[in-house]
């Protein structure tokens, strides 16, 4: 049986790159760290430390084995909190992640509503890409993430247990003068001979604006690929091209800008997801219930008219 002791002080080795470092993270004296990680090249039969390289190096067996220890150490880290509920010791941690465009919009009301609820719970709040944030739950670093989902995207390699939250349609998002800025809605269909801004040809963000143009017949020319959708609304503002936005990238908008509705728009599915192998939690399951709140109660982000004339610094969204 390997010692878990061990195996956070290997996995502390790999990450800070020497014995002494990791020595210093753990509040271990370096000849400690020498001591624990020999110990363990012991318990395995095997070595797992190239000696004297800097930075230190792994083989082939030790990179195995840390790949292991993360699952261990996180399983072992959600049999404490479990048990620490059982006992009523504690009620518990809760690490909270999302894509920024719900993290600029729907994510402060829950946690500021959940805060109120739950203040002996330490809740972290992160902000990653979409396209990071099922990684992060598979490696057992999140208890809950806000994610998105779309056909264009495809199924993730993990499995999710999802609570559904909302869906955020596309917009058009065209220059003042432009001949589609007095229309009310507008088909995809009818765009083929625009220049398209936004969306980078390795995003999540990319692959819904091509698949939703492809499936109405043709190929989007993009002009700028940024995943920024501030910088979309920027570039289209000053008569670039046009974009299509999410309903929450759109909350807030630069001047000179049209909104017209798609008749048959891309739709982002927002979910709460966990890992389904993961321990559900007291203080996961009360998130899952303000998330839910908030978004049934989240106001619908179309303006009332099609044109804000005002602009709010803050920023919109990056990637997500």
Request: proline share 6%; glycine share 6%; aromatic share 4%.
């Given at each position: 049986?390997l010692?878990?002791?061990?195996?956070?002080?290997?996995?502390?080795?790999?990450?800070?790159?020497?014995?002494?470092?990791?020595?210093?993270?753990?509040?271990?004296?370096?000849?400690?760290?020498?001591?624990q990680?020999?110990?363990?090249?012991?318990?395995?039969?095997?070595?797992?430390?190239?000696?004297?390289?800097r930075?230190?190096?792994?083989?082939?067996?030790?990179?195995?084995?840390?790949?292991?220890?993360?699952?261990?150490?996180?399983?072992?880290?959600?049999?404490?909190?479990?048990?620490?509920?059982?006992?009523?010791?504690?009620?518990?941690?809760?690490?909270?992640?999302?894509?920024?465009?719900?993290?600029?919009?729907?994510?402060?009301?829950a946690?500021?509503?959940?805060?109120?609820?739950?203040?002996?719970?330490?809740?972290?709040?992160?902000?990653?890409?979409?396209?990071?944030?099922?990684?992060?739950?598979?490696?057992?670093?999140?208890?809950?993430?806000?994610?998105?989902?779309?056909?264009?995207?495809?199924?993730?390699?993990?499995?999710?247990?999802?609570t559904h939250?909302?869906?955020?349609?596309?917009?058009?998002v065209?220059?003042?003068?432009?001949?589609?800025a007095?229309?009310?809605?507008?088909?995809?269909?009818?765009?083929?001979?625009?220049?398209?801004?936004?969306?980078?040809?390795?995003?999540?963000?990319?692959?819904?604006?091509?698949?939703?143009?492809?499936?109405?017949?043709?190929?989007?020319?993009?002009?700028?690929?940024?995943?920024?959708?501030?910088a979309?609304?920027?570039?289209?503002?000053?008569?670039?091209?046009?974009?299509?936005?999410?309903?929450?990238?759109?909350?807030?908008?630069?001047?000179?800008?049209?909104?017209?509705?798609?008749?048959?728009?891309?739709?982002?599915?927002?979910?709460a997801?966990?890992?389904?192998?993961?321990?559900?939690?007291a203080?996961?399951a009360?998130?899952?219930?303000?998330?839910?709140?908030?978004?049934?109660?989240?106001p619908?982000s179309?303006?009332?008219?099609?044109?804000?004339?005002?602009?709010?610094?803050?920023?919109?969204?990056?990637?997500?």
């Amino acid at each position: 049986m390997l010692d878990p002791r061990r195996l956070r002080v290997l996995r502390e080795v790999a990450a800070r790159g020497s014995f002494s470092a990791a020595a210093e993270a753990l509040s271990f004296t370096q000849s400690a760290v020498s001591q624990q990680v020999a110990a363990l090249e012991r318990e395995t039969g095997t070595r797992l430390v190239e000696r004297g390289v800097r930075p230190v190096r792994l083989t082939d067996a030790g990179r195995a084995l840390v790949v292991h220890a993360e699952a261990v150490l996180a399983r072992l880290d959600e049999a404490q909190q479990e048990l620490g509920e059982i006992a009523r010791l504690r009620r518990g941690r809760l690490r909270l992640a999302s894509f920024p465009t719900a993290i600029a919009t729907l994510v402060p009301r829950a946690v500021a509503l959940f805060n109120q609820r739950h203040p002996d719970v330490t809740l972290t709040v992160l902000d990653d890409h979409g396209q990071g944030l099922i990684p992060r739950l598979a490696r057992w670093e999140l208890d809950l993430a806000l994610i998105y989902e779309h056909e264009a995207l495809g199924e993730p390699d993990v499995e999710l247990e999802r609570t559904h939250l909302l869906e955020d349609p596309f917009d058009l998002v065209v220059p003042d003068g432009h001949p589609l800025a007095g229309r009310a809605s507008v088909a995809l269909e009818e765009l083929a001979e625009e220049i398209w801004i936004g969306g980078a040809p390795d995003s999540a963000y990319g692959a819904i604006v091509r698949h939703s143009c492809r499936a109405a017949g043709f190929e989007p020319r993009v002009a700028f690929g940024s995943d920024d959708y501030n910088a979309v609304q920027a570039f289209v503002a000053v008569g670039l091209g046009i974009g299509m936005l999410p309903h929450l990238a759109l909350i807030l908008m630069h001047p000179g800008l049209h909104r017209v509705r798609i008749t048959v728009p891309p739709v982002r599915h927002i979910t709460a997801a966990r890992l389904a192998a993961s321990y559900r939690s007291a203080a996961t399951a009360a998130m899952l219930n303000v998330l839910k709140e908030t978004a049934d109660a989240f106001p619908a982000s179309r303006p009332p008219t099609a044109h804000l004339a005002g602009f709010d610094p803050q920023r919109s969204d990056d990637a997500g």
